[in-house]
């Protein structure tokens, strides 16, 4: 977590696509790393990039990871977004796996609950989400902006 830190502090490029591994994001999900990938997420980590056309929701649903499949919904994962298959994430979840499940419930148009955080966050970009703390609304609404 420290070095996501100190990549953000000193200014790096926190979608860094290396071409063999893919995004940190990308990686993290690979691994299963929860911890790791909410910290990307909250630091501003692009949501769809991973690695060529698979997106890190392609591989979350390989691996048929049900908390980081909701993880990467909540800051707007594109569930439609085609691989180099041409297959969405939930085409691609092992049969029988309860995430089908979890992709079926949030297939529809995401809220306007959710659109307005996304939107919100995007206002303030990247690199200045920690401004929303300062902001002059009640605390649950800050923790809701900032997936607390």
Same mark, same amino acid.
């Given at each position: 977590?420290?070095? %996501?830190?100190?990549l @953000?502090?000193? !200014?790096?490029?926190?979608?860094y696509?290396i071409?063999?591994?893919?995004?940190?994001?990308?990686?993290?999900?690979?691994n299963?790393q929860?911890?790791?990938?909410?910290?990307?997420?909250?630091?501003g980590?692009? @949501?769809?990039?991973?690695? !060529?056309?698979?997106?890190?929701?392609?591989? @979350?649903?390989r691996? $048929? $990871? !049900?908390?980081?499949?909701?993880?990467?919904m909540?800051?707007g994962?594109?569930t439609q977004?085609?691989?180099?298959?041409g297959k969405?994430?939930?085409?691609?979840?092992?049969?029988?796996?309860?995430?089908i499940? %979890?992709?079926?419930?949030r297939?529809g148009?995401p809220?306007?609950?959710?659109?307005c /955080?996304?939107?919100? /966050?995007?206002c303030?970009?990247i690199?200045?989400?920690?401004?929303?703390n300062g &902001? @002059?609304?009640?605390e649950? &609404?800050?923790?809701?902006? &900032?997936?607390?």
């Amino acid at each position: 977590m420290e070095c %996501i830190d100190s990549l @953000v502090a000193h !200014g790096g490029n926190i979608d860094y696509n290396i071409i063999h591994l893919g995004t940190p994001l990308y990686v993290a999900c690979q691994n299963q790393q929860i911890a790791c990938a909410k910290k990307l997420l909250e630091s501003g980590a692009s @949501v769809n990039q991973g690695k !060529g056309l698979d997106s890190p929701l392609h591989a @979350v649903a390989r691996m $048929s $990871s !049900g908390e980081l499949a909701n993880l990467l919904m909540d800051f707007g994962a594109d569930t439609q977004a085609k691989n180099a298959e041409g297959k969405c994430p939930v085409e691609v979840v092992p049969p029988e796996s309860p995430l089908i499940q %979890i992709f079926l419930e949030r297939e529809g148009p995401p809220s306007l609950m959710q659109l307005c /955080r996304l939107r919100i /966050r995007k206002c303030f970009g990247i690199q200045q989400h920690h401004k929303i703390n300062g &902001l @002059v609304i009640p605390e649950r &609404l800050k923790r809701f902006l &900032l997936h607390l």
